[in-house]
């Protein structure tokens, strides 16, 4: 069931208003929430922004939001996951994955080139 939220506000402006006022650092949330800065740009353009990324800004910002958004309520089992994912992983958890997928690329690039000239001098 959708809420309703309060004429005339636009969630993203607003948004944007109170990270900005009060000071939070747009880099360090978007890597917290595991979202990229241009996340926050685009929902700072939105009317309206749903209510699992306002919950997840929330917790890990440590404020209610529902202060500001009053139809927005801060208990969700999905918020409750996505805390425990936040909680349990270590704090190099994405430089190590895309270090990964860098190696993997790399061993897959290096066996696609060696069976191409494996096929041509053949």
Do not use: C
Not at 90 to 114: G, I, R
């Amino acid at each position: 069931m959708a809420k309703e939220r309060i004429p005339n506000t636009h969630m993203g402006e607003t948004l944007e208003m109170i990270i900005r006022r009060r000071g939070w650092n747009i880099s360090e949330l978007a890597k917290n929430i595991g979202a990229d800065r241009r996340s926050f740009y685009y929902w700072f353009k939105q009317s309206e922004i749903k209510e699992s990324v306002l919950q997840r800004i929330s917790q890990v910002v440590d404020y209610d939001l529902s202060k500001d958004f009053p139809n927005f309520s801060t208990n969700s089992p999905e918020l409750e996951k996505f805390s425990e994912i936040v909680q349990t992983q270590p704090k190099t958890y994405w430089k190590d994955k895309y270090v990964d997928l860098l190696e993997q690329y790399s061993e897959l690039l290096t066996n696609t080139v060696a069976s191409h000239n494996a096929s041509k001098a053949g």
